[in-house]
């Protein structure tokens, strides 16, 4: 569940694996964001049960998205709807993540 209206969120999307084994990372503070509301429907939306763990798949990537204190972990071949509109929203609007 997002934060109490009014409240930023720390939104955090981390993507490693692939062919060579990479990790890259984006950020969003909505704090900062011109789209504050937009986010927090966004997040308001994502489902409650992350998606069932998928046979391993070579050279998959794995994403790790963060909301304030809740993570989880989907794998590539599993990342649609909801979590992947989350993900393609912070990798294009969010500012890379060297941490």
Do not use: K
Not at 15 to 27: D, S
Not at 35 to 48: I, K, Q, T, Y
Not at 86 to 93: A, F, I, K, Q
């Amino acid at each position: 569940m997002p934060p109490a209206y009014g409240q930023g969120m720390h939104i955090a999307v981390r993507r490693t694996g692939g062919f060579a084994g990479t990790t890259r990372g984006w950020r969003v503070d909505t704090d900062t964001c011109a789209d504050p509301d937009g986010w927090r429907e966004l997040v308001g939306a994502l489902p409650h049960e992350v998606p069932a763990p998928s046979p391993a798949v070579r050279d998959d990537f794995t994403w790790t998205i963060t909301v304030e204190e809740r993570s989880v972990t989907i794998p590539g071949s599993r990342l649609d709807g909801e979590w992947a509109t989350l993900v393609s929203r912070v990798r294009n609007e969010g500012d890379p993540d060297t941490g």
